[in-house]
């Protein structure tokens, strides 16, 4: 059809079939032609019946805003989706939508064949092409451009970041230079990979101190880079994400101005994160999520010890190797911090003693979600926990359990041959019926008395909706551990 519309009116009529009737496959008619319908529909641009073609300018723009997929935090180019599927249409849509600045203002540029210098430069000049297009509009910027000797990424291109509100860099060190102190006025997510110190000289400093509403950070694949050389408003964040965090002096500083944090994510790359003998606790009277996930067990190591968050909502830990106290780790940081926790999900550590566990209860007394995972052998009974967690009523009238206030409880356990907690289960689970709204408990049966030997799929108890009853489902089947 395209070929119609570009085509002289004489030239198309001329061509057309004997039979008076031109047919249009897709979402087109069937349309009876005489000579002079003929003419008056093909040399009209374009040869569409339908009602997107008598759209004003500026309403169509509007359909077309409507046509991007806002599902991911930045747009993909693609040919078969918007927006530069607009511009494949017709000359009207492709002009349409080049002069539509909101089409334009979400780019992600990256493609694992990168390394070859005809796709670097190829994609680049895209980058700089499409986001010429948003005119001066805030961005939704992600670049990820591999270092290539002898290729540089266009200087046009980083003079469209400084009007990014996210942005994502994962670029050479050579295009960090022309960001140096430049003011990002309007910058509120940031997101950073850094090179390698060998490709990033000890002059460059990386400055976005002139960020007045940046409040998120990110900082992917440190590890083994040391403490980045970054200039930033430290104490105005909100959120921040670290992996490959190395507990340096430098960095241990850096925690010290992030006085605002709410959320905070780390992921230790290191051995041990002790600097110096004892670590002295950081204040931070805001932060209400903690989430720390070592990438080595001795990552862990005095983790929490370097954290005072008496606002603490939402605790999650994730390690390697079942060899870490659940209560050592845990205890001490909540009693220091004196916090209400509401969510407590943990991963990888071991319970040396049933009253450890009900001590680390007992500090949480406003506990609605706990989630366990991944609990090494322990020496008692699992039924014990379970029989702390049911609903008892004294002589009183008074009811009291473990975790009064809990909600959601998710639990993935591993027992010994002779352990057998069923029972425990189902009281603990009729005792507190009303008040569960999420409950997950997968019961795995080892054959054998050591952690690593065959296991059998086991029970499962769930609500298979919002709250409502718990279903048991058997799993027999027989896996290798």
């Known amino acids: 059809m395209a070929a119609l519309t570009e085509t002289y009116a004489d030239t198309a009529i001329s061509s057309l079939p004997q039979p008076e009737t031109l047919r249009l496959t897709g979402n087109f008619l069937s349309i009876p032609l005489t000579d002079k319908m003929g003419a008056k529909y093909i040399a009209g641009p374009p040869v569409v019946l339908s009602s997107a073609g008598k759209l004003p300018m500026e309403m169509l723009s509007e359909v077309f805003i409507h046509c991007l997929d806002h599902s991911e935090p930045y747009t993909t180019p693609n040919v078969n989706s918007a927006p530069l599927l607009l511009t494949r249409v017709c000359k009207t849509w492709r002009a349409c939508a080049t002069m539509t600045p909101c089409l334009w203002t979400s780019f992600k540029l990256y493609n694992p064949t990168m390394e070859f210098r005809a796709v670097h430069d190829s994609l680049t000049s895209l980058a700089s092409l499409w986001l010429e297009r948003s005119g001066a509009r805030t961005l939704s910027l992600s670049l990820t451009i591999p270092f290539l000797a002898g290729a540089e990424p266009p200087r046009s291109l980083s003079t469209h970041v400084p009007r990014s509100r996210h942005l994502h860099l994962s670029v050479p060190a050579s295009l960090y230079t022309t960001l140096h102190n430049v003011p990002m006025l309007f910058l509120e997510t940031l997101s950073i990979t850094f090179p390698c110190q060998a490709d990033f000289p000890e002059s460059n400093l990386i400055t976005f101190s002139q960020a007045p509403e940046l409040r998120s950070l990110v900082i992917e694949d440190l590890t083994n ?245 718990v279903v048991k489902e058997n799993l027999d089947e027989i896996i290798g551990a």
């Open 225 to 469: 880079k040391g403490l980045p050389r970054l200039s930033l408003p430290w104490s105005q964040l909100t959120e921040l994400r670290v992996d490959g965090f190395e507990p340096t002096k430098g960095w241990l500083e850096v925690l010290r101005e992030c006085t605002a944090l709410k959320s905070c994510t780390l992921i230790p790359g290191g051995e041990v994160f002790l600097v110096g003998g004892e670590p002295t606790p950081i204040a931070f009277p805001e932060l209400e999520t903690l989430r720390i996930h070592p990438k080595r067990v001795l990552g862990f190591i005095y983790a929490l010890d370097h954290f005072d968050v008496p606002a603490l909502r939402h605790l999650e830990i994730s390690i390697p190797g079942h060899i870490v106290p659940l209560f050592r780790e845990l205890a001490p940081l909540l009693k220091r911090s004196e916090c209400q926790l509401e969510s407590l999900s943990v991963n990888g550590f071991r319970i040396d003693a049933f009253q450890d566990f009900t001590a680390l209860c007992e500090l949480m007394p406003s506990l609605k979600r706990l989630e366990i995972d991944g609990i090494g052998r322990f020496t008692f009974r699992s039924k014990q926990i379970f029989e702390a967690l049911t609903c008892k009523v004294d002589e009183h009238g008074l009811t009291s359990c473990l975790l009064p206030r809990l909600e959601a409880f998710n639990l993935h356990l591993s027992v010994g041959p002779e352990d057998f907690p069923e029972d425990a289960i189902k009281e603990m689970f009729d005792s507190r019926s009303s008040g569960f709204k999420d409950a997950d408990i997968h019961l795995q049966r080892r054959q054998h008395d050591w952690i690593a030997s065959l296991v059998n799929k086991g029970t499962r108890w769930y609500t298979p909706g919002n709250g409502g009853t």
